[in-house]
């Protein structure tokens, strides 16, 4: 195990994690947390943020089909050690304060800042504000820093129906936030910086046209044209082998765009979702010049995947530390 400490450890108080393996300390100290099962119940508590789980939602959702017969039982086994955990000073027949029972249901009380996703999902928040303010180096380095919250893959070591679902979410949310980052480092010009990682993003997320599209735009930036259109191939080439697809409007409008001679290749700090400007050639001199603009989403749903999202590129930035 890494000897570099948890973000969330440095709070007072109770402090949860399930970015990476599921974890809870109490002022700075970490809980054990015993058998897996008990990590998955509390998993599953802390995904629902605040709302109450139904029993038998808690039951499917961590022992599937091989439950035994006696499942209100088992659960409230469950719910008691983690609420010896949670509060090991309360009274014995003392009404549970941070885990009580509501109807069939349990509810963990827990405000965003004492978890590692409520405080990656508040500085994500903060990065958006940032950047639409026009503060591009303060919105990368926001972001970038919340990836400290994510040591590894998301709920590492506890299985479950209801979890394997929560990993795909969380593997899907990561690598929107990686994205992110990315265009702002495109928009403080480390395009240069952003190429290997995008290489390697691209080969594992094949269809993922968003990355496509930044690849096209970094290399393009970099005076590297005929990498450029020699990246929109692949990405073609994969949507077409693959799934039977063309390459969609974003991808397309920037190929046009680097085929039109476009002289310069800049990212737009809009967190909107929107596409690639088509090139509008007008007369006169420079100032007057279109540029090709990347603007944050690709206006569709998510698209199939090769492989888990991957550590989250840390671009380099105007006044970072380091």
């Known amino acids: 195990m890494s000897n570099i400490r948890h973000p969330m450890s440095r709070r007072a108080g109770l402090a949860f994690a399930v970015l990476g393996e599921v974890r809870l300390w109490r002022d700075g100290v970490e809980v054990p947390l015993g058998p897996p099962r008990g990590r998955a119940l509390l998993a599953a508590l802390l995904l629902r943020e605040g ?54 249901a349990y509810r963990l009380a827990v405000e965003a800042d004492q978890w590692d996703l409520g405080c ?76 290997p990682a995008l290489l390697t993003l691209t080969r594992e997320h094949p269809y993922r046209e968003r990355l496509w599209a930044l690849l096209m735009v970094a290399l393009y930036r970099g005076s590297r044209q005929a990498d450029a259109l020699a990246a929109y191939r692949r990405a073609a080439r ?62 569709g749903g998510a698209t199939p995947s090769r492989g888990a999202a991957v550590p989250p590129y840390r671009a380099r930035r105007l006044g970072d530390r380091h």
């Open 51 to 104: 709302a109450p789980v139904d029993r038998d939602h808690i039951l499917g959702g961590l022992w599937g089909d091989s439950f035994h017969v006696d499942g209100a039982n088992l659960v409230q086994v469950y719910v008691s050690k983690l609420r010896r955990l949670l509060e090991p000073d309360r009274a014995p027949r003392a009404a549970a304060s941070l885990l009580p029972r509501v109807g069939n």
């Open 120 to 195: 990656f999902q508040r500085a994500r928040t903060e990065a958006r504000e940032l950047r639409s303010a026009g503060r591009l180096a303060e919105a990368a380095r926001a972001l970038g820093d919340a990836f400290a919250l994510w040591p590894g893959p998301a709920l590492t070591g506890v299985e479950g129906p209801l979890l394997d679902v929560e990993r795909v979410r969380l593997a899907e949310l990561r690598l929107a936030a990686t994205e992110e980052h990315l265009e702002l480092a495109l928009e403080t010009g480390a395009e240069d910086d952003v190429i």
């Open 238 to 299: 994969a949507l077409k082998d693959d799934l039977g697809l063309s390459p969609g409007p974003e991808l397309r409008r920037v190929e046009e765009a680097i085929l039109a001679g476009v002289p310069s290749a800049t990212l737009a700090a809009r967190p909107r979702a929107g596409s690639v400007r088509p090139p509008q050639h007008r007369s006169g001199g420079a100032p007057g010049r279109p540029r090709l603009t990347l603007v944050h989403g690709t206006g």
